[in-house]
């Protein structure tokens, strides 16, 4: 059972006790895991609070049956709790997670192996995304999944997908919009997001899309290893053939050229100085 004063004196402390940060990727919060303790074996997630303890209380409810529909799906997800923290007099949303090894994260994998050991990767990858979205046919509620390169890591030669936050169930579009901005950790995202929500929203189609989330996929390694775009490109359509029969023309039609991110994220991006690479300039392009 977790220790949740244990918990709050840890996210008090400062960051040399936390631990190093695991990602600087993160758009609603930097995930640490501590150098020693209790929760040595684990990531802590570390969220904005909020004063409508309505929202909290749905929040923790969507995130419960989150972490239950992935392990239903079987995508691998690792032990995952989540709490609501009394901080001073606010409760704060909380994930702690099963630590995965250090050196498993599959984006500097990507990086640094071989072009024939990547398509490994991404078959794995891909096989997650089949079976996530074989199993939610049969869901009834709104159901999404954020199978980004930087959301997964390879372990044993199988992909291990990590990311709950912020849970892609139950939420309408336009909520779901609003959540994006209402935990970002970017003061500028929550000042500036509103004028943009129409943008913002849209952030999240992908998600809830079975052939995007493929391409989104395939997009984000054209991205990191543009000169290597045409074997990801290749692999793509040959897994959507075989794996995703359902959606196999919208996966086709979105693998013809490297996928693009689209501009107003590409923007948010760097406005916010969150990493990521650029988009594949397209023919003609200078």
Not at 109 to 115: E, H, Y
Not at 133 to 149: L, V
Not at 216 to 233: E, F, I, M, N
């Amino acid at each position: 059972m977790t220790d949740l004063a244990e918990l709050a004196q840890l996210i008090r402390a400062d960051s040399k006790t936390q631990g190093q940060p695991v990602s600087k990727l993160g758009y609603f919060c930097a995930p640490f895991r501590p150098a020693s303790g209790p929760f040595a074996d684990k990531v802590i997630k570390v969220y904005r609070g909020l004063s409508d303890a309505s929202a909290l209380d749905r929040l923790k409810t969507c995130h419960d049956d989150y972490v239950q529909a992935m392990y239903d799906s079987k995508v691998g997800l690792p032990q995952t709790d989540f709490y609501l923290l009394d901080m001073d007099g606010t409760r704060i949303p909380v994930i702690v997670q099963e630590a995965l090894p250090s050196d498993s994260m599959m984006r500097p994998l990507m990086l640094s192996r071989p072009v024939d050991e990547t398509l490994e990767m991404m078959e794995a990858a891909g096989e997650v995304i089949s079976t996530f979205w074989h199993w939610a046919q049969d869901i009834d509620t709104r159901i999404g999944f954020h199978p980004s390169i930087r959301n997964f890591a390879y372990v044993d030669g199988r992909a291990v997908f990590f990311d709950t936050f912020p849970p892609l169930i139950h939420y309408s579009r336009d909520e779901m919009g609003k959540m994006l901005l209402t935990f970002s950790d970017k003061r500028l995202m929550r000042v500036v997001g509103p004028l943009f929500q129409n943008k913002v929203t849209g952030i999240q189609d992908e998600w809830y899309s079975p052939p995007e989330t493929l391409v989104g996929l395939v997009g984000s390694a054209c991205r990191l290893r543009p000169d290597d775009a045409q074997a990801y490109l290749s692999w793509g359509r040959d897994f959507a053939q075989r794996r995703m029969q359902p959606w196999l023309d919208e996966a086709l039609a979105g693998m013809q050229e490297p996928p693009r991110l689209p501009g107003y994220w590409t923007g948010f991006r760097k406005l916010l100085g969150l990493q990521g690479e650029p988009n594949l300039k397209e023919k003609g392009e200078t």
